[in-house]
């Protein structure tokens, strides 16, 4: 089978890595529970910053938010590797900016992630993501951006959300966890 996957926050847990890094570099200590409460994918209201303002800082922290110690949500590393072992074909396709596309290759795959590099798409805009996964024939995705699963919605693709705060209104098959996950 042929098994399609967004990386951030549908692998690896970004945005509170990213959250973490912004009470670090704000000097503040927002909770964990503000985080977990956002409902967008965007977390710069938790901080009381507005869209621009964070959208900058973003901008500037991607390096560190991207390249740092992120961690892969529990269970996703062993999944994907069993899936690998078990002959299914595995696809990464990530909204990644292109400048950084390389360097998320080699960062997933030192994470411990099966990639071959043929498998991975990355830079594409979130809309573009529908032609690829058609393309590519897929049996499963997995993403967790309610913009990009809307858009699934018509194909034989058989869909997973990843479980967010800011995705509670999407209404596919949700994944809570990655540990015993079984399609």
Known sequence: MRFGFDIDDTLI????????????K???NVGLEVFRELKTVEIHEAFGLDKETGSQ?????L???????????????????????EGHEIFYITS?????????????KAKGFPVHDE????????QEKIDIIKELNLDYYFDDKPAVLDTLKDISTK?????????????????TTWKGFSY
């Not at 800082?57 to 922290?61: A, D, E, K, V, Y």
Request: one cysteine or more; aromatic letters at 14%.
């Open 57 to 61: 800082m973003w901008g500037s922290l």
């Open 13 to 24: 847990n970004l945005r509170e890595h990213a959250f973490h890094i912004y009470n670090r």
């Open 63 to 85: 390096e560190e938010i991207y390249f740092t110690d992120c961690p892969a949500f529990e269970g996703a590393i062993e999944l994907l590797n069993q899936l690998e072992q």
């Open 119 to 126: 498998n991975f798409f990355c830079g594409m805009q979130d």
């Open 26 to 28: 704000l000097n503040v």
């Open 159 to 175: 869909v997973f959300v990843k479980d967010q705060s800011y995705n509670q209104h999407v209404n596919i098959p949700r994944v």
């Open 96 to 108: 990644r900016p292109k400048e950084f596309c390389s360097r998320t290759r080699q960062w997933v």
